[in-house]
């Protein structure tokens, strides 16, 4: 579970007349994850592809600008096909429906663009209403100069010093001026210039004839004409969509597989009569691989698994062994967590284990809210049904865990919506003689807030109150407790790595002494807060070893600049309290406003609340409730995210560069029948 | 000058506790403008980068929880200080 699948490297030789029949059975069996011969030996050369590859590229083509026209989305199958109905319809999909849909689609295209030539012909012409000349008037002269547009100041005048030979038309729209300008030709350059000054911006004047009125009225007429046409169209295609979406994904789905079979043999090494396949496979699934593939070549092949020794030699030229992540079905979504950073390397943690046990705890501690938590739950099942795709599937289930958590530190923190105190109504309040006993000795905190780590419940601790300020102390040494629980655990971790890599020097001398300093770290901390003066000690003689240590390390004196971070992390789990209480605040002060303006004799005002103040009052609550919960859905997400990502994962993952992922030749098979 | 209301020394605690979680606060943002936009523009060429990218943006919020464990020992913890007037 923490280690990713143990592997074992392979290689498969045969003669070639038996290569097509070795490609189908590992495609179908999905073990083998190839290495692609990359070329350099003399005796060995890249394989060529089988069968007509180019003719499947093709339909690929087709058929994927098919599936654009139609506008076909990936989704959840709802019948699947076989090969041999495919090979029936695929000829009829990408030959007769492709046409039709392309024919269709072209014409939506130039439909629209024709609609908007109008409507753009239109909006110049809107203007020109105010002008008493038909529109042939506006253009077809060779010896006159034409100028139509809008201007901020009347320009007769000037117009008329630079061309005494001129005809002006004006008028206005409601907010400016149009005019119409003729001049002589020669003229032209003069007169733009003049009309320049006076703010003028041309309209280009569609060639079009008849009165203004007219020309728009059959403007409009021709794009309604027009939308009218692509109307039905556009249901056409919609129809294609729902008859034709599962086919076209299916053949999709089957072309894909024949060009991954056909290209195959380019990433095998070949000679004139052979090949051979090189790859990796798990260890315990090397028995059912060379079994298979041997019947189904007849004896024509070799399947041999390399000594250990040999594999590693491989390995440290450069070769990747692909990680497989194995995990119980429980863990698995927290792989999407582990893969956002970077799949681990073959020799490195799969931490995935780690964040299922600590993460949903701290999201749980962040937001500790019954209510919250209920209606999260609620939240996030309404989305399992709407979003199907795996990765939202997996971060559906994360939260949905999560908020499991948060219900449970909920009955701790006593919160339902905010702290409703309702606890010491349960439980009952303190005698008066008590809580005098309990302000003499220091641990009184207010009404309704007693025991020494806030409201007394069972044990004597729970619930408590996490505005109380001892509670606060307490979360406070929790967080950091956490904190150095969680990076204890990755420092481990990161010993452990750095020995699989055979790499003893920075194992003990720069992952350890990390370990060292954060666990005493917190001890030197714990005994004085205690008082235990034999823990100080102890926490003091360990750091100054664990810093020895460190300067002692491959990084030498410079291993000192860590030490400030190494604290730093720890205090960085303080979080985990901050947001919390951030988010209990908000609610606290919802509840004060909303029940104050509800019940207004609390505070000592009216008798009985009048109806708007009942309805402002649950509007308030609602309102303030909703964005503390998106709030407090969200951060407690990011947060120990981000503990995990900076403080934990530092620690002992990726110091050698990021991992391959496990993808074994073959092809999931979701819209064809197996 | 010592102070003698104990009410002006917590006025004065709760102003400076509330200075180092601002502060702090803004200083943060500053921090994550910048790395924020770089992210956005990687993540958008690239979107596998998105889990390192984070990781980085979220690296300066560190900065603001310092600020605030200032204000939670000014506010929570405060009595050892009145002892040192």
Redesign the interface.
């Known amino acids: 579970m923490l280690r990713p699948v143990e592997m074992d490297r392979v290689v498969v030789a045969g003669s070639k007349d038996v290569m097509a029949p070795v490609i189908d059975r590992l495609h179908e069996l999905r073990l083998l994850h190839l290495v692609n011969y990359s070329g350099g030996e003399a005796s060995f050369e890249m394989g060529k592809p089988i069968g007509n590859a180019k003719e499947y590229s093709e339909d690929l083509i087709k058929l994927r600008s098919l599936a654009r026209y139609l506008d076909v989305k990936n989704k959840v199958p709802d019948k699947t096909f076989s090969e041999s109905e495919i090979l029936s319809q695929k000829d009829d999909l990408l030959n007769s429906v492709g046409t039709e849909a392309t024919s269709t689609f072209e014409r939506i295209t130039a439909i629209d663009a024709e609609v908007k030539s109008k409507q753009d012909q239109a909006k110049a012409l809107a203007p020109l209403a105010a002008l008493p000349l038909p529109l042939d008037e506006y253009y077809g002269y060779e010896s006159l100069a034409v100028f139509v547009g809008t201007v901020a100041t009347p320009v007769d005048a000037d117009v008329a010093r630079v061309s005494p030979t001129n005809d002006i038309f004006s008028g206005s729209t409601k907010t400016k001026t149009v005019v119409a300008v003729f001049v002589p030709a020669e003229k032209a350059g003069d007169v733009s210039s003049v009309l320049a000054e006076h703010g003028f911006s041309e309209i280009s004047v569609p060639k079009l004839s008849g009165s203004v009125d007219s020309a728009m009225a059959t403007l409009e007429s021709d794009i309604k004409s027009l939308e009218g046409e692509k109307a039905p169209l556009q249901k056409k295609l919609k129809d294609m969509n729902k008859k034709y979406e599962d086919l076209v994904l299916a053949t999709d789905e089957y072309l894909s597989i024949q060009i991954q079979k056909t290209e195959a043999p380019l990433r095998f090494a070949t000679t004139e009569n052979a090949f051979v396949i090189d790859g990796w496979l798990p260890s315990d699934q090397f028995g059912k691989l060379k079994s298979d593939i041997e019947s189904a070549a007849g004896g024509k092949v070799h399947v041999e698994k390399l000594a250990d020794k040999e594999a590693e030699d491989l390995t440290e030229h450069g070769e990747d062994v692909p990680t497989k992540i194995n995990n119980p079905s429980l863990v698995r979504p927290y792989e999407l967590i582990t893969?956002?950073?970077?799949v681990p390397e073959y020799k490195e943690f799969d931490p995935s284990l780690l964040i299922f046990i600590f993460f949903p705890i701290m999201f749980g501690m962040i937001l500790g809210d019954i209510g919250y938590g209920i209606m999260t739950i609620f939240a996030v099942l309404l989305l399992k049904k709407k979003f199907r795709t795996p990765g939202w599937q997996s971060l559906i289930n994360i939260v949905l865990i999560a908020s499991v958590w948060s219900i449970i530190f909920g009955a701790f923190f006593g919160e339902i919506f905010g702290p409703l105190g309702l606890w010491g109504k349960i439980m009952g309040q303190l005698p008066e003689h008590q809580i005098e006993i309990l302000k003499t000795s220091g641990m009184y905190f207010g009404e309704g807030v007693y025991g020494s780590l806030g409201r007394l419940g069972p044990l004597g601790v729970f619930p408590m109150d996490r505005l109380a300020?001892n509670a606060?102390?307490m979360l406070?040494g929790i967080s950091i407790f956490i904190g150095v629980l969680h990076c204890g655990v990755g420092s481990i971790l990161g010993i452990k790595t750095e020995l699989n890599y055979g790499e003893k020097r920075h194992a003990y001398f720069e992952r350890l002494p990390v370990l060292l300093f954060q666990v005493f770290f917190a001890v030197l901390l714990l005994g004085l807060v205690m008082g235990q003066m034999i823990m100080v000690y102890v926490g003091a003689i360990v750091l100054v070893i664990s810093i020895v240590m460190a300067v002692m390390g491959p990084e030498g004196p410079m291993g000192l600049a860590h030490l400030p971070s190494h604290i730093?992390n720890l205090?960085?789990y303080?979080?985990l309290l901050?947001i919390g209480l951030a988010s209990v605040g908000l609610a606290f002060a919802a509840n004060q406003l909303g029940f104050y303006v509800i019940m207004p004799m609390l505070s000592g005002g009216a008798e009985s609340p009048t109806i708007p103040a009942i309805i402002a009052g649950i509007l308030v609550l609602f309102v303030v409730h909703f964005i503390n919960m998106l709030l407090g859905i969200l951060s407690p997400f990011?947060?120990p995210?981000?503990l995990h990502?900076?403080e934990m994962?530092t620690k002992f993952y990726s110091a050698h560069g990021g991992g391959v992922e496990y993808s074994p030749f073959g092809h999931v098979r979701r819209f064809l029948k197996v | 000058m010592p102070i003698a209301d104990a009410g002006i020394m917590y006025g004065l605690l709760a102003v400076g506790a509330g200075l180092a979680t601002g502060l702090a606060g803004i200083g943060a943002g500053v921090g994550e403008q910048g790395i924020g936009a770089a992210v956005v523009g990687v993540v958008a060429e690239e979107p596998g980068f998105?889990?390192?990218g984070?990781?980085l943006m979220?690296?300066p919020?560190?900065l603001i929880?310092?600020g605030?464990?200032v204000s939670?020992i000014l506010m929570?913890?405060w009595t050892p200080f009145s002892a040192l007037l």
């Open positions: 893969r956002l950073y970077a300020t606060v102390l406070i730093s205090i960085s303080l979080r901050a990011m947060h995210l981000r990502y900076v994962f | 998105l889990g390192k984070l990781f979220l690296l919020e560190t929880i310092f605030l464990a939670l929570f913890a």
